[in-house]
């Protein structure tokens, strides 16, 4: 821990015009982040557009298709803690694709109380239909990045991940 962080009275000087650049760099860096976010969210809704679904929509039907998860699906509070949102937020997506027909919430064998996400046949198809939107998508996005800027991207973004998840707590409040 720095000596800024222990006991910002006794920090130097120097200490404090780099605590002051870290914070300006810090500011700009989450500002950035929420910027991008908020960019992602309109124009990866508009790449999907067609097929009527939102980027929360296809975070979820993202999360169903996968080869793990597939035959069985997910249960609501896997599918939490995976997509990291909030049980509210999550329910009204969960709603309204079950509405479309395209997820379907089915008993677990064994625990009649317990429910899993799963896409349906459906569902399914529209993903599938989904993907060359989201390949441009990514492509065009990433398209100034090589693949190895993209996986240190990935890393990076990975561990801010990670910090902001300690902050939150054990479970993610």
């Known amino acids: 821990m720095d000596q800024l962080a222990r006991n910002p009275a006794t920090a130097t000087p120097a200490t404090r015009d780099d605590a002051a650049v870290r914070f300006d760099i810090a500011n700009r860096l989450f500002l950035r982040l929420y910027q991008a976010s908020n960019l992602m969210h309109k124009t990866g809704t508009r790449a999907v557009s067609d097929f009527g679904a939102t980027t929360q929509q296809w975070a979820v039907l993202g999360a169903l298709s996968r080869p793990a998860v597939r035959e069985h699906g997910m249960t609501v509070k896997q599918l939490i803690a995976f997509l990291m949102v909030s049980r509210q937020n999550l329910t009204a997506v969960l709603d309204r694709l079950e509405g479309a027909g395209l997820v379907e919430r089915v008993r677990a ?19 599938s239909g989904m993907l060359a939107s989201i390949r441009r998508y990514y492509d065009d996005a990433l398209a100034g990045f090589s693949t190895e800027e993209c996986v240190l991207l990935f890393r ?6 990670d910090g902001l998840g300690r902050i939150a707590g054990p479970e993610g409040d």
């Not at 990076?156 to 991940?161: I, T, V």
């Open 109 to 127: 064998a064994g625990d009649g109380r317990l429910r899993h996400v799963r896409l349906t046949p459906e569902g399914d198809r529209i993903w």
């Open 156 to 161: 990076l973004l990975d561990r801010l991940r």
